[in-house]
């Protein structure tokens, strides 16, 4: 268990929809990264957020937002969805920004859009 | 700008046979190197990490792997594969964010 929770586990939706994935980083992390995982496209960075503050921007569509919240949990917000958003998107934390340290995983949200 | 590139999308071996990841790095700064391997249905899990000091650096279930600066690698090896060792494995690199590559799928044959 590496302590970064993401809910749903599993989502099915149509397209057009919106979605709202979840993550709970690790206890006192304070970085959080989304990444999108599909077949053709391998593991893209999507964003990183510190604190509460976006740090860094990936491959993430204009169709696609996060945020952090006060409480260090982070949403992933996919708008007007496409057939091409299906894929596994995950989380992870990290205790704070320096690049020596592991980023920590949770178990992915896998998105299917019909 | 950091980025990887894993040589292979797919490896086979025997069990008890050599393993050998490859992985090439760039990077505009000395690079923070990192192996990920991701089991069936489960996220990403860290096997080893370099960022200063000794070049061959030991990790978990056996693996390990050498930083070589002047080939820009950082293979990732493992004397005597096992069958619970079959998985995707993702080589990384840190500067402002972490990086991965595409990932090489292992298979080991009985």
């Known amino acids: 268990d590496s302590g970064v929770t993401q809910t749903p586990k599993h989502l099915i939706t149509a397209t057009g929809q919106r979605v709202t994935l979840r993550c709970s980083p690790r206890?006192?992390?304070?970085?959080v990264y989304w990444y999108q995982q599909s077949l053709d496209q391998g593991l893209q960075f999507l964003i990183h957020?510190?604190?509460?503050?976006?740090?860094a921007k990936g491959n993430i569509l204009e169709r696609f937002s996060a945020q952090q919240f006060p409480d260090l949990h982070s949403e992933l917000n996919l708008s007007s969805l496409e057939l091409g958003d299906s894929a596994l998107y995950f989380c992870?934390?990290?205790?704070?920004?320096?690049?020596?340290?592991?980023?920590?995983f949770g178990e992915g949200s896998r998105l299917t859009v019909l | 700008a950091q980025s990887v590139t894993q040589l292979g999308s797919h490896v086979s071996v025997s069990e008890g046979a050599l393993v050998l990841l490859r992985c090439n790095y760039s990077?505009?700064?000395?690079?923070?190197l990192f192996w990920y391997v991701q089991y069936p249905n489960q996220g990403l899990q860290l096997l080893l990490k370099?960022?200063?000091?000794?070049?061959l650096v030991k990790g978990i279930n056996g693996f390990e792997a050498e930083f070589k600066k002047s080939e820009t690698s950082f293979h990732l090896t493992k004397p005597s594969a096992h069958m619970s060792d079959a998985a995707e494995y993702f080589c990384?690199?840190?500067?402002?964010?972490?990086?991965f590559g595409a990932g090489t799928r292992l298979t080991v044959k009985p």
């Open positions: 957020y510190y604190n509460g503050e976006e740090r």
């Open positions: 370099y960022t200063t000091g000794a070049t």
């Open positions: 990077s505009s700064v000395p690079p923070y």
């Open positions: 206890s006192g992390d304070l970085s």
């Open positions: 992870a934390s990290r205790a704070g920004t320096v690049n020596t340290g592991e980023l920590f």
């Open positions: 990384a690199v840190s500067e402002n964010d972490m990086r």
